[in-house]
């Protein structure tokens, strides 16, 4: 009976979850929060009307309709059968009624106002993603090497940083934009510079702001990361692989690194609402990406001067902005709730 008693027992540990893994716990508290759930779907959603925005949207965001500029959401688009033909992408499809309607209206050049909000999201997706990718690379291993070697090189390292945390963040960035900019206008074509005025003008003017973004964002990760590491490098597992004769490369690397880095992309996800409204900021005082690439920033400064009698060439792109980084946000709290045990079935 002892032994019927106790497989019973482990049968019902089982059933109740009990040999599930940290990640498996962490993937269920993460589903328990609804709100973090909604916003994973949304930002989903976001990211696959990005990617096939030519699926969703009747136009190309810079085709022009001069003669309906400002139109109304939902108002008729006059076109004749060769101009849908030629610039529709949903002509001789179920949904080739939508080429004749301005679903959130057109701005003042006359472009769809729908297409160019679609569009936008590539632009914000596109920073969120290379901000972040750049910040957590580049400040997990200066984090990771000032906190592993320690003494006098963590001090000089951390002192960079400090320094750097003095600088005021926007100002160096507009700062930065301005220069590239400057220098794109004059023609330099040569050199390394030359290269990547070229390779900014292939990308819509994206990568000088993916530069002045990336370019100051990861102190904060490589603090962060110089803290976990502080607390990991007298563990058990990294006295081992010393005792093995593992080399400081392989440790920092295949040890400690991977042990670190959840909490980094964690705080990191948290940080890409950030990195979104700082690029629809430059956008905004029009040292974003370079027309007629669609900006949410940009949409907001072409709109905001007529709110009052057209608000909806402010209100559609702001909408999607707030949208989006709330988005992120409710997903970033989520996941820090999920993953951190000490915060588990505190709400």
Known sequence: MAVKDLSK?????????KGRSPFQDAVREFRRNKI???????????????IFAPVFTPYDYAQQNLSQSRARPMTGYNITTDYAEKYCHWYNTPLE???????????????????????????????ALIASTVSIIIGTVYGTISGYVGGKVDDIM??????????PLLPIIILMTVYFKALARQGVTTGFMGTLI??????????????????????GMARLARGQVLSYKQKEFVEAARALGGTHTHI????????????????????????????????????????????WG??????????????????????????????????????RDAFDTRLRGRK
Request: glycine share 10%; aromatic share 14%; hydrophobic share 55%.
């Open 9 to 17: 027992v482990q049968e019902q540990e089982l059933q109740f979850g």
């Open 198 to 219: 070229v390779l900014n003008k292939a990308t819509g003017g994206l990568l000088f702001v993916f530069i002045a973004i990336g370019a100051l964002n990861w102190i």
């Open 36 to 50: 973090a759930v909604a916003g994973l779907i949304f930002v989903l959603i976001v990211v696959i009307m990005a």
């Open 252 to 295: 920092i690397f295949k040890h400690l690194i991977p042990n670190v880095l959840g909490p980094l992309l964690i705080a990191e996800s948290m940080a890409i609402p950030g990195y979104i409204f700082l690029e629809a900021a430059l956008s905004f005082i029009g040292l974003g990406v370079d027309p007629p690439t669609p900006s």
């Open 97 to 127: 009624w939508g080429c004749t309607i301005f679903f959130f209206g057109s701005d003042p050049l006359g472009r769809d106002l729908w297409s160019r909000v679609v569009y936008g999201a590539r632009v914000s997706l596109s920073v």
């Open 298 to 335: 940009a949409m907001i400064n072409e709109g905001y001067a007529g709110f009052r009698s057209k608000p909806w060439l402010v209100l559609l792109p702001g909408s999607a902005l707030a949208l989006l980084t709330l988005a992120f946000n409710f997903m970033g709290d989520g996941l």
């Open 158 to 167: 951390m002192r960079i940083v400090d320094f750097l945390y003095a600088i």
